[in-house]
T-cell receptor
């Protein structure tokens, strides 16, 4: 399967714990995006990488959130000191460096903070 | 304020009919508009992109129109099938001050096609 993959698919954690999610984009895609989606809403943009450089961060991304993309390949999204409001689906997408803006999404990681 | 509005109520239609979904936006000047399909528990899947200078785009049973005067896009599925049942999201390409162009999604409309 050469699509975008995300791990884990589901994560249940207690409030205050740290969690880390991983995204493996399509191999030839140099753009990578993270989104958050809550029930009944569309995905909300969190952050964007072009290769290893994080070029854009949403104001939604508090200081507890950090994302990395070492060597421009896979990416990780870490949430520190999780809060119940962090419960959501975290989606990763990738795209080619072109003008089509078509993004390929992974299956998402569903986070539940208890 | 900027808004992208899609009908939050589910659209129920019979198999074989044409489904029409609406996306309205305010305070955006998008160069592109996209439609995605999302099944429960899965990530969105890209369907179609239409540029601001295009009135209509087709792909198999799908048709998208884009009216920048009305600030509206319509998404049509002809000869609908139960397998078309899903949530359909519209997304605008919004240019940031930094030059980065991000996707801004609507809330989606759930389509239910009954046999």
């Amino acid at each position: 399967d050469t699509g975008v993959s995300q791990n884990p698919r589901h994560k249940i954690t207690k409030r205050g714990q740290n969690v880390t999610f991983r995204c493996d984009p399509i191999s030839e895609h140099n753009r990578l995006y993270w989104y958050r989606q809550t029930l009944g809403q569309g995905p909300e943009f969190l952050t964007y990488f072009q290769n290893e450089a994080q070029l854009e961060k949403s104001r939604l991304l508090s200081d507890r959130f950090s994302a990395e993309r070492p060597k421009g390949s896979f990416s990780t999204l870490e949430i520190q000191r999780t809060e119940q409001g962090d419960s959501a689906m975290y989606l990763c997408a990738s795209s080619q460096d072109s003008l089509s803006y078509e993004q390929y999404f992974g299956p998402g990681t569903r986070l539940t903070v208890t | 304020s900027q808004k992208i509005e899609q009908n939050s109520e589910a659209l129920n239609i019979q198999e074989g009919k044409t489904a029409t979904l609406t996306c309205n936006y305010t305070n955006y000047s998008p160069a592109y508009l996209q439609w995605y399909r999302q099944d429960p528990g899965r990530g969105p899947v890209f369907l179609l992109l239409i540029r601001e200078n295009e009135k209509e785009k087709r792909k198999e049973r799908l048709k998208v129109t884009f009216d920048t005067t009305l600030k509206q896009s319509l998404f049509h599925i002809t000869a609908s099938q139960p397998a078309d049942s899903a949530t359909y999201l519209c997304a605008l390409v919004s240019r940031m001050n930094t030059g980065f162009q991000k996707l801004v999604f609507g809330t989606g409309t759930r389509l239910l096609v009954s046999p």
